[in-house]
Nanobody, 115 residues
Framework: QVQLVESGGGLVQAGGALGLSCAAS????????MGWYRQAPGKQRELVAR???????NYADSVKGRFTISRDKAKNTVYLQMNGLKPEDTAVYYC?????????WGQGTQVTVSS
């Protein structure tokens, strides 16, 4: 069974940077798209960024120019580099992966940006 495990969350001051990673294990099918979503308290989960198997990316307007998504296909790992963090970036960040037609989610990692 495919499992996704995120790491790298934490507390940072506004203007700072954090890097997240998400490693998939138990993969027997090729992973198509991998992505990062986030959910702030009282809000719906929203797309942050995603990357396809051929490296195409798209970002939420709110993070363009500040966040960068990348992946290591050999390691089945997706990364999210977050620069210029703002208090409104505070949320639980989840990674997902489309594997064999099924969408898998990680357990989430907290990112807190203090003002």
């Amino acid at each position: 069974q495919v499992q996704l495990v995120e790491s790298g969350g934490g507390l940072v001051q506004a203007g700072g940077a954090l890097g997240l990673s998400c490693a998939a294990s138990g993969v027997i099918y090729t992973i198509n798209t991998m992505g990062w979503y986030r959910q702030a308290p009282g809000k719906q989960r929203e797309l942050v960024a995603r990357i396809t198997s051929d490296g195409s990316t798209n970002y939420a307007d709110s993070v363009k120019g500040r966040f960068t998504i990348s992946r290591d296909k050999a390691k089945n790992t997706v990364y999210l580099q977050m620069n210029g963090l703002k208090p409104e970036d505070t949320a639980v960040y989840y990674c997902n992966a489309l594997v064999g037609g099924s969408l898998r989610w990680g357990q989430g990692t907290q990112v807190t940006v203090s003002s």
